[in-house]
């Protein structure tokens, strides 16, 4: 992947708050999508789906 086009995911952890900080890091079309990043994607601190949202990198 190349660097420049890569975009930070952080984790908001679970209702309890626990997984909190566990990133991922993705790819985006800038042209396309103006607005930030949300998924619910696997965190394996807490073994779970987790909200992510998009966060400067």
């Known amino acids: ?3 420049n086009h890569l975009i930070k ?3 908001v952890g679970d209702e ?6 566990h990133t991922y890091y993705s790819r985006k079309n800038r ?3 103006e607005r930030k990043l949300e998924f619910k994607k696997y965190n394996p601190i807490v073994r779970k789906h987790t909200v ?6």
């Open 1 to 3: 992947m190349s660097q």
């Open 9 to 11: 995911l952080v984790s």
């Open 16 to 21: 309890k708050g626990a997984g909190k900080g």
């Open 31 to 33: 042209k396309s999508v």
């Open 52 to 57: 992510y949202k998009e966060k400067k990198a």
